[in-house]
């Protein structure tokens, strides 16, 4: 039961932005009845059917991690949270359409991520600002979650979509917006499940269908294969 | 300053709570610079007398009236149910909270005969009270908290093998976490392909087989699940552990360099003022008082805006960062308002006469013996505590 392959996906976002609900919808399907504050980290399973309806099905499971906290946090806490961004296949980025605080604290939350993973020594080599060029040719496939979609009044919306966008295109990444706390959005054959169901196939194929290690590490190591091109020409 | 310092992370939409804070804490800025020029003589003092009049007015005006109100205006709003008739609410909350102010008031000797209801002295006499408690709950849990924290010797020695061994720990659990969520999504899985399986199967033995194959797995889920719920506590306690550990880490690198030492210096003779303080009560040179209070105060508002902030980051939500703005601005009013009744019981005796004269008949006596016993008291329930926590600190390390 447990010899299914498996992959591994971070969900990051703010604070409150509803995460945890987001994960238990997509997981067992259901609302979360009782959102409380996440401590540490809440891992959960969703069983994904790959290249579903095809020959090739193959059925992995994808564990959602789902780290708690904010990117102001004492370094202490980071450290800490820094643990779990080892060997990290996939990134969800959650953040709240209400609050535009928590979109730009998304530029934060994926240097958190990504850095932490690619130095083993945890020396952070960027000076932390934010580089398109390092999304650009990130390895690892990002997904971008807007919540609380449904507390948007219906004028404000279009300028909300616009923004978010945005967001998704210097993430050069897919973006879905929707209310965690309603259970239609990730219907079956919903435009939104097939996003999602793209996403997980995305992580899948770069774990396990591209095995060139080049292209596994991350930002550090492509400065130095850079160098070292250089260097041969 | 206010939008950068405090709302790193979230808006606040209202731009009226913005400006009541901000007017909070020009006041009661102005209140210190008032005192300020009291002392160095610079402004004549009868436009000082004016000034000061005017400054107090102010302040009791927001503090008593318009913070509390819209205090329960945004918590009223918060409670979904309620929001038809918030305004009606929120009156209703604050007539409760002027009850329970002028409540406060009765067992006090405070009252004296000659002055009517809405006297400013009342009005005063009631906000001091309020304030001086917070003040000596606040100073006398940091005059035992300020020397732990800054003094070497009570960090524990703690090596980053212990912080990896615990590491391990939590990516342990969390695996273990992992492959029983799996058991169980897979069991659910397969429990509902069963379950398509056997809606094809209409009539009799259809039912006989669902009955039969269902308990088994219901049961192993349930199970299951509880084991899972007692790992994720575990995780919880192991990550807060964690972050200790790596807290406690970094403060002892913090010590060894340059500023920490500084701060450890200070700590050791803020740790000797403040026993001092404790134990004794009458000061001996009024002038050197002066100064360290002064001091003592400076540091005591820093201490308290920082511990503000960190405290709001814990429990902020994007629902009641209104609330919790405006509850900030009333314990900063009523901290200032209460540290200038209690400066007065430092400073050397030719400058009290404007502040008697203004704030008017005041049992100031009463003030100073209460924050004493306030203090006392806090102090010593703090020592308390934290020894607890010392003690219970290394036990838990010991069953690693």
Redesign the interface.
């Given at each position: 039961?447990?010899s299914?392959d498996?992959v591994k996906v971070l969900v990051l976002g703010?604070?409150?932005v509803g995460k945890s609900s987001l994960v238990h919808l997509v997981?067992q399907n259901q609302v979360l009845g009782n959102p409380s504050w996440t401590?540490?980290?809440?891992?959960?399973?969703?069983?994904h059917d790959y290249k579903e309806g095809t020959p090739e099905e193959k059925t992995y499971?994808i564990?959602l991690?789902d780290v708690g906290g904010?990117?102001?946090?004492?370094?202490?806490?980071k450290?800490?949270r820094a643990?779990?961004y080892n060997s990290v296949n996939g990134i969800i980025l959650v953040h709240?359409l209400?609050?535009?605080?928590?979109s730009q604290?998304l530029y934060r939350w994926s240097m958190e991520a990504l850095n932490k993973d690619s130095s083993p020594t945890g020396v952070i080599v960027s000076n932390g600002d934010y580089d398109r060029e390092q999304f650009a040719e990130n390895p690892i496939p990002l997904l971008i979650i807007g919540t609380k979609y449904d507390q948007i009044p219906e004028n404000k919306r279009s300028d909300v979509l616009t923004r978010t966008a945005f967001l998704s295109e210097d993430f050069n990444a897919e973006e879905i917006n929707l209310d965690s706390t309603n259970p239609r959005y990730f219907a079956a054959g919903s435009s939104n499940a097939v996003k999602l169901s793209r996403f997980f196939d995305k992580v899948i194929e770069k774990r396990y269908f591209t095995r060139d290690p080049s292209q596994l590490t991350g930002f550090t190591d492509r400065k130095r294969f850079n160098f070292k091109s250089l260097h041969y020409d | 300053f206010f939008m950068r310092q405090l709302f790193?992370?979230?808006?606040v939409r209202q731009y009226v709570v913005q400006v009541v804070f901000s007017i909070t804490f020009a006041f009661s800025c102005t209140m210190f610079e008032l005192i300020i020029f009291e002392i160095l003589g610079a402004l004549s003092s009868t436009s000082r007398y004016f000034h000061w009049k005017l400054n107090l007015y102010v302040i009791l005006l927001v503090l008593i009236f318009v913070v509390p109100f819209y205090i329960g205006y945004f918590v009223v709003s918060n409670i979904r149910l309620l929001q038809r008739q918030r305004l009606l609410f929120s009156c209703v909350v604050w007539f409760t909270f002027m009850y329970f102010f002028w409540k406060l008031g009765d067992p006090f000797p405070i009252l004296s005969p000659k002055h009517g209801i809405l006297s400013i002295e009342q009005l005063i006499s009631r906000v001091g009270v309020i304030g001086v408690t917070l003040m000596a709950l606040l100073s006398g849990f940091g005059a035992v908290n300020c020397p732990y924290t800054y003094m070497s010797y009570f960090l524990r020695n703690v090596t980053d093998s212990d912080i990896l061994a615990l590491?391990r720990r939590?990516?342990q659990t969390?695996d273990m976490?992992?492959?029983k969520?799996?058991?169980?999504?897979?069991?659910r899985?397969q429990m509902y392909q069963r379950g398509e399986d056997q809606n094809k199967q209409t009539g009799f033995w259809g039912m006989i087989k669902s009955v039969t194959s269902a308990p088994s797995g219901s049961e192993n889920l349930s199970l299951i699940q509880q084991e899972v719920v007692a790992l994720?506590e575990l995780?919880?306690q192991?990550?807060?552990e964690?972050?200790?550990l790596?807290?406690t880490?970094?403060r002892i690198e913090y010590s060894k360099t340059f500023q920490g030492k500084y701060f450890n210096f200070l700590g050791y003779f803020f740790s000797i003022y403040c026993v001092w303080k404790i134990f004794m009560v009458k000061f001996w040179s009024q002038h050197i008082s002066f100064i360290l209070v002064g001091i003592i105060i400076v540091t005591s508002i820093r201490g308290l805006l920082i511990t503000l902030t960190k405290f709001f980051?814990a429990i902020?939500?994007?629902k009641s960062s209104n609330v919790i703005v405006l509850v900030l601005a009333q314990i900063m009013g009523m901290y200032f308002v209460s540290s200038v009744l209690l400066m007065r019981m430092s400073m050397p005796l030719e400058y009290r006469s404007i502040v008697t004269e203004v704030l008017g008949e005041l049992q100031f006596n009463f003030y100073h013996r209460w924050f004493d016993v306030i203090f006392l008291v806090s102090a010593l329930s703090s020592i308390l505590f934290l020894y607890l926590a010392h003690k219970q600190a290394p036990e838990k390390h010991m069953t690693l």
């Open positions: 039961m447990a299914l498996r703010d604070s409150g997981c401590v540490g980290c809440s891992v959960d399973v969703r069983v499971y564990e991690w904010s990117v102001g946090s004492a370094s202490s806490v450290s800490t643990v779990f709240d209400t609050n535009k605080k928590s604290n | 790193k992370d979230y808006e590491e939590l990516l969390m976490i992992v492959s969520k799996k058991r169980i999504a897979m069991t899985r994720e995780s919880r192991l990550f807060l964690t972050v200790d790596q807290a880490k970094e980051y902020s939500s994007s």
